[in-house]
C-alpha cells in the first residue's frame, strides 16, 4: 500500500480553521484519498475521501493537489469536539477488499 | 442502540488463557473486520470477512483466529494470550462494492472498541 506522512500534531484555537496536510507521494492512479478520525475512547468515523477534485462534505473539505501527491483536510471552524486524531489514507479501488492502513495520523488540539 | 457493539468492553487475563472477543451488527453489512491499535499508534488489521463463507488474513493474524458464525457476528479469539497483545481491539463492517469492483469508496463503521489487558 502506498504510504502517507502526517505531522504528528497540530493546535488550533476555537471557531479558527485547521488545515491538515498530508504527503502520499507514491500514490497510484488507483487509489483514493480517505481520511477518518478517532475520538477519544472512540473508534475511528469516516470524515471524507476523494480522487481527484476537491470535495466537500458537512464535516469538512479536502483539497488535493494537481499532482495528487498530497491533499489537505480543512475543518473550516474547529469546535472542541473536533479534538482527535485524524488519519489520512490511501484505498487502492482496485484491490480486493475495503482494507484501510492507519498510519500514526495527526493529534488535533482545540484550544477555548 | 448502536449499529456495532462488541463485548466486552474491557478484559483482563493471565498469559496462557484462551480469550473470545465478540462483535456484532445491525447495518446488515456483508464485510467485517478486526484491527488492534498499540498506545500512539494507528489501526492494523488482523482478520477481515466478505461474507460468512470467507475468511481473510490481515498483516497481524499470528495468535489470532476469527469465526464468522453469522452475517451479523465475528469473533476474534487468542488462543493462548501473551501479554504483547495487550492493546485495543476494534470491530469494524463496511457495505459490500458494487459488482464492477469500482465503488470508490465503502465506509467503515467501526465499534466502540474493547480493551485487553494480558497480564
Known amino acids: 500500500d502506498a504510504k502517507t506522512t502526517q505531522p504528528n500534531s497540530m493546535e488550533s484555537n476555537e471557531e479558527e480553521p485547521v488545515h491538515l496536510p498530508c504527503n502520499h507521494s507514491?500514490?497510484?492512479?488507483?487509489?483514493?484519498i480517505h481520511w477518518y478520525r478517532q475520538l477519544p475512547s472512540q473508534g475511528p468515523e469516516y470524515v471524507i475521501h476523494?480522487?481527484?477534485s476537491n470535495v466537500n462534505n458537512r464535516m469538512a473539505s479536502l483539497a488535493i493537489a494537481e499532482d495528487r501527491k498530497s491533499s489537505t483536510l480543512i475543518l473550516h471552524r474547529a469546535t472542541l469536539r473536533d479534538a482527535a486524531v485524524y488519519y489520512c489514507?490511501?484505498?487502492?479501488?482496485?484491490?480486493?477488499?475495503?482494507?484501510?492502513?492507519f498510519g500514526g495520523g495527526t493529534r488535533v488540539l482545540v484550544k477555548p | 442502540d448502536a449499529d456495532v457493539t462488541q463485548t466486552p468492553r474491557n478484559r483482563i487475563t493471565k498469559t496462557g488463557k484462551r480469550i473470545m472477543l465478540e462483535c456484532s451488527q445491525t447495518?446488515?453489512?456483508?464485510?467485517m473486520y478486526w484491527y488492534r491499535q498499540d498506545p500512539g499508534l494507528g489501526l492494523r488489521l488482523i482478520y477481515y470477512?466478505?461474507?460468512?463463507?470467507?475468511?481473510n488474513k490481515g498483516e497481524i493474524s499470528d495468535g489470532y483466529s476469527v469465526s464468522r458464525q453469522a452475517q451479523a457476528k465475528f469473533s476474534l479469539s487468542l488462543e493462548s494470550a501473551i501479554p504483547n497483545q495487550t492493546a485495543l481491539y476494534f470491530c469494524?463492517?463496511?457495505?459490500?462494492?458494487?459488482?464492477?469492483?469500482?465503488?470508490?469508496?465503502?465506509?467503515?463503521?467501526f465499534g466502540p472498541g474493547t480493551r485487553l489487558t494480558v497480564l
Open positions: 507514491t500514490i497510484s492512479g488507483t487509489d483514493y
Open positions: 476523494g480522487l481527484t
Open positions: 489514507i490511501l484505498r487502492d479501488v482496485g484491490a480486493a477488499g475495503n482494507k484501510l492502513t
Open positions: 447495518k446488515g453489512h456483508d464485510r
Open positions: 469494524a463492517t463496511s457495505d459490500v462494492d458494487l459488482a464492477s469492483g469500482r465503488r470508490s469508496y465503502n465506509e467503515q463503521f
Open positions: 470477512s466478505f461474507d460468512v463463507k470467507d475468511i
